[in-house]
């Protein structure tokens, strides 16, 4: 990985992190020499690790080389990765938008990304460089990770905000709590509306089929609508018609991958490339609940959300127990 290259700014807002740092890597050494069980206490992260949950149902890793971002989902026991890993804009992570679009190429924003806003993302950046591992611990129930993200259009640009992520299984779900915390100390950009990604979701190609619910009978049971689109562009929907707050990619047997996230005023999704491809394939599927917020330079702004491994019926049946429909 390429080294650090963060402006005087950036630099002396991270002086303030370092005690976390250094706290965090004493409390690993200590952990290291303590003979409790991961059940009865957290226990402290190695630099490029990968923390798993397992409950026998489903398995689950968040990368810390890519923030602690969700890089693996499975069902226990087996090898079949449902999540897409074509680079560091995929996985299932947090992704968030601000401010008017910039052109920064003096400053090494990439090319194929400018203009762009200030878009801070879990996993790193579109040059393949991780963001800074503040703290990470895993008790055997419950993964947190907190980050120091970068900005995805820029090489190695820490944004001034932090990342914080909770995640748990429940049977055949995946509990996840986002939350952001922006400190920023720019003047660039402007408190402006956008649509937040609550979260990014994206799926291995083989889950080839998107279907959701937008219609005048939401959470009745009433058929459901297949999005066949190749994107990007990728197509919205529940903009001007009811949805259930979910959508799924699933297989030619209806079964796989959904999204519930409560907060959803809206979704974006679709697909792209061939209808077929694991997890290192640039074929995927792709679903964001949406939210419009505006994020300033000290908001702070948090969500949950759920990850279903099931069928279409029992993705949609979780749902309505989740909202309460009888």
Request: hydrophobic letters at 35%; glycine letters at 8%; one cysteine or more.
């Amino acid at each position: 990985m390429t080294a650090k290259k963060y402006s005087a700014d950036a630099r002396r807002w991270l002086e303030t992190l370092r005690p976390a740092c250094l706290m965090s890597l004493l409390l690993g050494c200590f952990l290291a020499g303590c003979s409790a069980t991961p059940s009865t206490v957290k226990r402290a992260y190695v630099p490029g690790e990968t923390l798993e949950l397992d409950n026998g149902i489903l398995r689950v890793h968040a990368d810390l080389d890519y923030g602690g971002m969700i890089t693996y989902l499975s069902l226990s026991g087996e090898e079949r990765n449902l999540i897409n890993n074509f680079d560091r804009g995929r996985q299932v992570q947090a992704s968030y938008y601000a401010g008017q679009h910039l052109d920064r190429r003096e400053e090494g924003q990439h090319p194929a990304w400018s203009s762009w806003n200030w878009n801070p993302i879990g996993a790193g950046d579109t040059y393949e460089n991780s963001p800074e591992v503040v703290e990470a611990s895993s008790d055997g129930d419950t993964i947190y990770v907190k980050t120091i993200p970068l900005l995805w259009d820029m090489n190695n640009e820490a944004a001034e905000c932090v990342f914080e992520t909770w995640i748990t299984l429940d049977g055949n779900r995946v509990w996840v709590t986002n939350k952001l915390t922006s400190q920023r100390t720019d003047d660039r950009w402007e408190a402006i509306p956008y649509h937040q990604e609550i979260p990014a979701v994206y799926t291995i190609a083989d889950l080839n089929r998107l279907y959701t619910y937008e219609g005048d009978a939401p959470f009745t049971g009433a058929p459901l609508r297949q999005i066949e689109n190749q994107g990007p562009p990728w197509v919205y929907w529940g903009v001007d018609t009811p949805h259930e707050k979910w959508a799924a990619t699933v297989d030619e047997d209806d079964w796989g991958v959904g999204v519930y996230s409560p907060d959803a005023e809206l979704f974006v999704g679709g697909f792209h490339g061939a209808s077929h491809g694991d997890t290192h394939a640039a074929a995927t599927g792709y679903i964001a609940p949406l939210c419009t917020r505006t994020l300033d330079k000290d908001t702070v702004f948090e969500y949950r959300f759920c990850l279903i491994v099931d069928t279409l019926d029992e993705i949609r049946a979780f749902v309505y127990q989740e909202e309460d429909i009888q």
